[in-house]
Structure formats: C-alpha cells, structure tokens
C-alpha cells in the first residue's frame, strides 16, 4: 500500500524547503519508497478530520493502512524501521543512528528555531536587542558542539543514516539565518545532504507545489 503524507497547499516558506514534510519526503525518496500527498489548507488543517490525524493541527501526517501517525521525527523512525536503508543493520550502530536522531530533534533544533523565529517575529519587540544576543549564543554554543564531534567526518556515525538525515534537516533550516557560515564542517555536511538525489527529489517535490499554486493563481 502507498503511504499518503499531508502538505501545506499553500506553504509559508514559498517552497524553500523548510516546511518538515521535507523530512518525511526525503525518507520516502531515500528508501525507494512511492507515496501520495494530500495538500492542506491552513483552514482544513484544524477541521475534525485533520485533527483525528494530527491533533495539534499541523503537518506532516503519514497514513498507512490502518496506521495514521504525526510528528516529521515519529513519521521518519517509523519508515527508516520499516524499510532499509536508513539505519544499520549492526544492533550498536543502529542505535547510535536512532540517537542521533534524537538529539537533531531535542537537543539541536529548539535553540536554532528559537533563534530564527526571534528573528522573524520579535523584531518589533522591545525585548529583541536584549534578547536576540542570548537565543544567538544559545544556538552558537550548540553548532559549536556538533561541529566538534563531527569534525572532518563526511557523517556523524560511518555511513549516511536517518540520524543524519534528521540533522541535516534540522541544519538546512537554519541556513537562511547564516548561522552556519561560522561552522565550515557543518555547512558542507549540510552541502553533502543536499547533493544526495533522495533530497534533490524531495526538494524539488516540495517545491513544485509551490510553482503549480503561483500558476494556477
């Protein structure tokens, strides 16, 4: 059975890649496997039925079967499980990679996304000046940290897994902010990720919906 993943119909990003259903497209595209999407509407996104599959009314959602699953990391975990390709097939490495994950997802992107939504939202702000210094040294001190222990490595852990799928991904996000620009490592790893055709088609998917909403305006 194809699996079907949910999309914004209209994404913030304008098609950039920074929407999370990237994450999950990435994994579908790494691991050969085909899979539908239902575009969204920010409306639909918080009507009953969507909320049945996502309840705090975001996306992705990944339906397969009788399975309905949210959350971009749960969605990738479960593929990388399901099909090869994604995790070593070593008991110890396997759990490294699944670490790894975790560690994009819970230790690395909160101070990166704090940090870029600052500067979107809080410009405004009286607090930004006080405050912008601080969620940057935050982020800074958490790059300097992965940066360090990936060192000249082309992957975190051997060969390309979904913990680094899940970090690069975490990583692209922040590229617009240029926060990377002081990690030269991590913005080739970031590179590396990108130059993989799984990600390639994964981006160029996630974009098309983008274009094809411009035309049809």
């Known amino acids: 059975m194809i699996p079907t993943i949910t999309a914004f119909a209209a994404s913030p990003d304008r098609g950039r890649g920074l929407a999370r259903d990237l994450r999950v497209r990435w994994a579908l595209e790494e691991v050969g496997q085909a899979y539908a999407v ?20 975001q996306i992705p ?6 399975l309905a ?4 990391g ?5 593929i990388a499980q399901t099909r090869a390709g994604l995790l070593p097939e070593g008991t110890n490495a396997r759990a490294r990679a699944i670490t790894w994950m975790f560690a994009a997802l ?3 992107e909160p101070p990166l996304v704090e940090f870029s939504m600052a500067r979107v939202f809080e410009r405004d702000k009286p607090w930004y000046e006080q405050r912008q210094p601080m969620l940057e040294e935050r982020a800074r001190k958490t790059l300097g940290l992965l940066s360090s222990r990936l060192g000249d490595a082309d992957w975190l852990d051997g060969a390309f897994s979904a ?12 590229k617009p902010t240029g926060i990377l620009d002081g990690y030269p490592n991590l913005a080739a790893y970031v ?3 990108e130059a993989r055709p799984a990600f390639k088609q994964a981006f160029a998917a996630q974009l098309a ?3 094809n909403g411009v035309a049809a305006g």
């Open 38 to 57: 239902r575009l969204v509407s920010f409306a639909e996104m918080k009507q009953p039925a969507h909320l049945a599959l996502h309840p705090f009314g």
């Open 191 to 193: 590179a590396r990720a």
């Open 61 to 66: 959602t990944y339906e397969e079967g009788e």
């Open 74 to 78: 749960a969605i990738v975990f479960h």
């Open 209 to 211: 919906v983008f274009e």
């Open 163 to 174: 913990g680094d799928l899940m970090m690069a991904g975490v990583l692209f996000r922040a």
């Open 106 to 108: 819970n230790t690395v």
């Open 69 to 72: 699953l949210f959350e971009s």
